[in-house]
């Protein structure tokens, strides 16, 4: 068997296969790489001081961007991978173990190291320009916050060389998890990722509950506000309430492996089914947490490209908020078979389809808003009009699956996974789509090439139909999921191919996106007024980029679509120039801090996994360190001179 | 917050810190010495567990420092409320209709 075998004691290098040996000459050619790369061009001072010690808003958002990229490549690959092994019935491409771990990773990987970073870029990226602001309220914070997902993701990705990878479902559920079951250290590598990057998700949602409701520009009431920073405030309340149980039980479920604890263990009391509660108490929140931004990404990509304001504005933010308080009511329908009884099933189906109100007003209010709207399908816009069908058909199977009775059927076949598939890509990548094609000119500077970009963009969706669709029918005829193998004569065998077909060109379209990216940032169209799109928010009054300090005027604002206001009044001639003096800005300062204390995370965590003690005790020594120096610190912010601003306001013509 | 009590001695923590320590292990005391019936041991940690919300609301979050904005009255609202469905929601679903799950 390849990979690591459950009855012998682990390597501590995984060791066996040729793909894992492969990956391993990859991963030591990168790294000598990158090393060679900023060595030979000296840019290890421009690493340090530009980018790790940033606690810019804007460049953290541009990191999580990246790091996202690189995880959705990643978990694409695990995804290809298994379609490649389901392609043909009897097919031995990975084994049994193998295709375990694969699918925990892929699992794991693109919820909390993709979905989750590629939502907290488009808030950073996005949230602050368009409320006016100079940055996040706590911006250390920030940078803490990325660094502990950045080392938890890379905690995770290590398991894959050294160890092992955790192989029991990106759930984790006990007994399996337990000791007896899972020995090595491929679960612990799981819940110490999880833990750490949790950290930073909490301290994320908080830093932009406080964000949205203290930072606001002047005049910008909450009813005033774009729909994308109404979608962040409610995905920051669901943060901050869901994440603590995802805590707990993952502590809990820790304290079992390393310390003998019995929380969840078949004997001596413990009770397995409380782990599986507590996790989707967070998990059914979470993944609100991640559409709410994209449905708020939507709202605006609708408005621009249909150069309308959007329809129903209250209705709009009325179920947002609804939809986070509802989701709160429903997490026992991802265990309906579980056995509680008919009277919590019939409340939690009835719960789970009550959210399909709200969310069917937003769908009928984007379709309003581009009712009679002057459409233009730039690529912002044709993802969020892919989106529609996509999150209609997931919709329609997410009630059919909140039936109780009918769940008893379908649960756990290729009929969820098509339909969560649909959910999660549909909604989720295709909202995170949209906003990086919409932000991007207002991170970079340039346009992504559009025919390049509709190339990806039909192959992804064609490609999307092709691999999920006849995974609804495979539910039906009864695969169930987390098969590696199965039989040639039981009529599976042709829909399978065409779904890997449809995920090999979901690939392509992955690649052709790198593609477009690296094309546009040598060939591509420059932005230069700031406001390619003729857009309606605060964020493109400013340059692309946008100058560290974002505003040199903080705006005041008096209506809605406040910049869309201030353009019609420049058409109209009524416009006042700017007159006020600039101010001197206040401003945090760098630090690296953030990164050191992440590191020591990742040390202690490391020496967790393995049970080295004294290891682990270096982390939290680092760890404590770190904050005990934060707290007598006293040279925290510096204020950016008038004569500066003054200097860079007029290189951008601006002043 | 009171400025000058900024450089002050942070007691009201140290006593949360303290409290809170002190309700949470009497709790796992309690279950593990299985010093009264289910329902009963059930009720008291519950009991605890509301007033470990107390010890932080007060000696942690200054409830009672200022009125604040209104939003701060909907936050606790929405807090107390998923506080609740998430008690009350797991311990109907893990009792399986009946208490002797456990
Ligand atoms: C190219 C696109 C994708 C393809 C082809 C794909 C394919 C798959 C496959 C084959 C499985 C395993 C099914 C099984 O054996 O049970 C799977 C599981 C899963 N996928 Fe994807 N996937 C894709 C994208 C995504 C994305 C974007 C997300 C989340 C944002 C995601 C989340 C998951 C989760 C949570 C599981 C369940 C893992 C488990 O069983 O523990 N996938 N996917």
Known sequence: MPGYDRHHPTPFFVSGDPMIYASDVLIALTLVGVVFVLTYFRRWRWLWEEWITTVDHKKIGIMYLLAALAMMFRGGVDSELMRTQLAFPNNHFLGAEHYDQIFTTHGTIMILFMAMPLIFAMMNIAVPLQIGARDVAFPYLNAISFWLFFFGAMLFNLSFVIGGSPDAGWVSYPPLTETPFDPGPGENFYLLALQISGIGSIATGINFLVTILKMRAPGMTLMRMPLFPWSVLSASVLIIFAFPALTIALALLLLDRLAGAHFFTMLQGGNPMMYVNLFWVWGHPEVYIVVLPAFGIFSEVFATFSRKRVFGYTSMVASLMTIAVISYFVWAHHFFTMGAGPGVNSFFAIASMCVGIPTGVKVFNWLFTMFKGRIRTSLPMLWAIGFIPNFAIGGATGIMLAAAPGDYQYHNSYFLIAHFHQVLIGGVVYGMLAGMYYWWPKMFGFILDERIGRWAFWLFNIGFYVCFMPQYQLGFMGMTRRVYIYPADMGWSTLNLISTVGAYLMGIAFVLIVVEILYSAVWGVRDTTGDPWDGRTLEWSLPSPAPHYNFAHVPVVTERDAWWGQKEARKKGEIQKETRPFQPIHMPRNSGRPFIMSLCFFIGGFGLVFEWYPLALVGLVGILTSLLMRSVERDTDYYIPVEEIQHIESNLGRA | ?102
């Open chain 2, 1 to 102: 917050m009171n400025t000058n009590a900024n450089r002050a001695f942070p007691w009201k923590h140290v006593t949360g810190f303290v409290l809170s320590i002190a309700l949470t292990l009497l709790a796992l005391w309690m279950v593990q010495a299985h010093v009264m019936g289910f329902t009963a041991l059930i009720s008291v940690t519950l009991l605890f567990a509301a007033l470990q919300i107390l010890v932080q609301l007060f000696l942690f979050m200054h409830i009672t420092d200022s009125p604040g904005p209104r939003y701060h009255v909907i936050a606790l609202a929405l807090g107390l409320l998923f506080t609740f469905t998430i008690v009350a929601g797991s311990i109907w679903i893990m009792t399986f209709g009946g208490n002797q799950a456990y």
